[in-house]
């Protein structure tokens, strides 16, 4: 069947450029993760819903981070103002339970 | 601060040769704990994990992983390995906070196995 899906898979934007990245998780599946992967380094975690609730963002590196999952199953994560620091893969995992699960390809983020 | 730590971030071997990736977590209440691999151009793949019960673990493609509470490990090991076996490989807790899991990731290890 169908697994997680993102887009765009690739994502050059400019300094102070707002992005809108998507996450299209297994269908059912309840719980969504995001994480960002820096090069070189394992994913980490940024926040995490259960259906449209967001249980907790105590990941996201700021308030310019922004994520929501209005009805339950399709995800974004919303970047305002980027910033160069902010280039790292994106990625979204989603799971018919409360533990991480499935992983999407990721979208890559460049900012310039 | 919570951490995890894989103790070996480039591991080179030739086939046949046996593998152990070392994992350790900082974590004192309860975790579940997991191996992932991410092949060359490929995404993030479950291995294998831990929730309770017989603390070795067996995964997919004759990896194991055996958990010892004690020493707050959980390395994964196979005992012969092959060059599809080239990938990252990253350790994985998921700890109880605020009445969710949150997951923690190591750094991953880079396995290259030589022909």
């Known amino acids: 069947g169908a697994g997680v899906s993102q887009s765009p898979r690739y994502k050059v934007a400019k300094r102070g450029q707002d992005v809108a990245l998507r996450c299209d998780p297994i269908?059912?599946?309840?719980?969504l993760f995001w994480y960002q992967q820096a090069l070189g380094q394992g994913p980490e975690f940024l926040t995490y819903?259960?259906?449209?609730?967001?249980?907790?963002k105590s990941g996201l590196p700021s308030d310019r981070f922004f994520a929501e999952r209005p009805e339950g199953s399709v995800s974004t994560l919303k970047i305002q103002r980027t910033q160069q620091e902010d280039s790292a893969v994106y990625l979204c995992?989603?799971?018919?339970?409360?533990?991480?699960?499935?992983f999407g390809p990721g979208t890559r983020l460049l900012v310039l | 601060a919570q951490s995890v730590s894989q103790h070996n971030h480039h591991v080179i071997l030739s086939e046949a040769a046996s593998l152990e990736l070392g994992c350790n977590y900082s974590?004192?209440?309860?975790?579940?704990l997991f191996w992932y691999v991410q092949y060359p151009g490929q995404h993030l793949q479950l291995l294998l994990k831990?929730?309770?019960?017989?603390?070795l673990v067996k995964g997919i493609k004759g990896f194991e992983a055996e958990f010892i509470k004690s020493k707050f490990s959980f390395n994964l090991r196979k005992p012969s390995v092959q060059w599809s076996d080239t990938a990252e490989y990253f350790c994985?807790?998921?700890?109880?906070?605020?009445?969710?899991?949150?997951?923690?990731f190591g750094r991953g290890t880079s396995l290259i196995v030589h022909p």
């Open positions: 995992a989603s799971s018919p339970t409360e533990q991480s699960g499935s």
């Open positions: 269908s059912g599946h309840v719980s």
């Open positions: 819903f259960q259906n449209e609730a967001q249980l907790d």
């Open positions: 974590y004192g209440g309860t975790v579940n």
């Open positions: 831990y929730f309770s019960g017989d603390p």
């Open positions: 994985a807790v998921n700890h109880l906070s605020g009445g969710s899991y949150i997951p923690t």
